[in-house]
């Protein structure tokens, strides 16, 4: 597996609108794209830091896996998962992750915000924290 680069930190909030001038105002950064992902239950928002993007995810309904993380966190967001970009795709690399005993979450990539092929390792599988493999956007 060829990993190029974090493609971004998703981070979960209770509310775009009250998530986003924060990112803006406070930080300076400019929200680029808005965008519901309707099979995911979720709304995400994204900025640009370097290479690096940073996903605001806004849960659109209550059995949605971002409702879920808020109310296990207090009712609070914060970080939900890290993605990387995977040069020789995302199937590829749920392989070579099954192969080495990893659980995955998806056996399968599946489209997911901006339209990017995607997949998730079970946090049981890295230490507790949710990883997301992407397609690397330089290649699609």
């Known amino acids: 597996m060829d990993i190029s680069h974090i493609e971004h930190v998703g981070i979960a909030v209770p509310s775009l609108d009250e998530a986003i001038p924060f990112y803006e105002n406070m930080l300076g950064f400019k929200c680029f794209a808005i965008e519901e992902v309707p099979d995911q239950k979720v709304r995400t928002a994204f900025f640009k ?3 690096t993007k940073i996903e605001l995810l806004e849960a659109t309904a209550p059995e949605s896996a971002i409702a879920k993380f ?27 992750i099954e192969g080495k005993g990893g659980r995955l979450i998806d056996k399968a990539p599946r489209k997911g915000a901006e339209g990017l092929n995607i997949a998730f390792v079970h946090p049981k599988s890295s230490c507790g924290t949710l990883v997301e493999l992407c397609e690397d956007p330089a290649k699609k």
């Open 70 to 96: 808020i109310a296990n966190n207090g009712g609070r967001g914060g970080i939900q998962h890290i993605a990387f970009a995977v040069e020789d795709g995302v199937a590829n690399a749920l392989a070579e």
């Open 49 to 51: 830091v370097g290479q």
